[in-house]
């Protein structure tokens, strides 16, 4: 993959998103609207107690934590990656 390929992936996964947070989403929706059938069933009522964001997993470390990096420290490791891609040819 060329570091243009890459970019044009990120580029992608900004309009269309994938990976298991959207999995996630996806299977919360699912689950809402079966959550919400059911209760409407069971209870007559036409009420819809759940919602998606009822249902996402919650991660509390990933939510407590968030990495800040210098401009610097982001500078060598995109320089690193490219690197690893065979992108760049730096000595």
Known sequence: MTGADLIEWQAYEALE???EERADLRMAIVGAFLGNVLYQMHTGKEDAP??????MPKFAAAQDETPTMSEEEAARA???MFMSLGALNLP
């Open 50 to 55: 759940f919602t998606p964001e009822d249902l």
């Open 17 to 19: 998103p994938f990976g």
């Open 78 to 80: 995109i320089e690193a």
